[in-house]
């Protein structure tokens, strides 16, 4: 009962991506083709956001819902990590027209041929968690 407030913050969060029409297809489809700003101003202003809201946690020690100090470590910043994750993220989010958030949301709309999307990326995931060790990081 006492995490009912992520269910609703998340319930309200896919209507809003839902009514935004970040999780159509055609949307997607238009920012891949280069043909609308869109996708782009979105995931533009959640980028913005983000590093406000990152820089706020980390200026006010802010912590987690335990109470634990949430700390940001360092990554390695290698190319060829970002280089072949982002291609195959970008592979998969424009064969099946959504990336992993939207999928559930995708669900709550009557779209249920997604659940094969989601065993996909959950394969992947396992498979990553497999390969882990032999992939550059």
Known sequence: MKYIKFL???????IALSKGQVVSWYRIYEMFRFDNFHMY???????????FI???MKRTS?????GHLITFNPKNMS???YLIGGIFFGLGWAMVGACPGPMYILIGKGFFLIFVVIAG???????????????PH
């Open 8 to 14: 609703l913050v998340g319930i309200l969060f896919g």
């Open 41 to 51: 101003g979105i995931i533009g202003s959640a980028v913005v956001i983000g590093v």
């Open 54 to 56: 990152v820089q706020y």
């Open 62 to 66: 802010m912590k987690d819902i335990q």
């Open 79 to 81: 190319i060829s990590r």
């Open 121 to 135: 990326a959950l394969a992947g995931t396992y498979l990553y968690g497999v390969l882990r060790s032999k992939l």
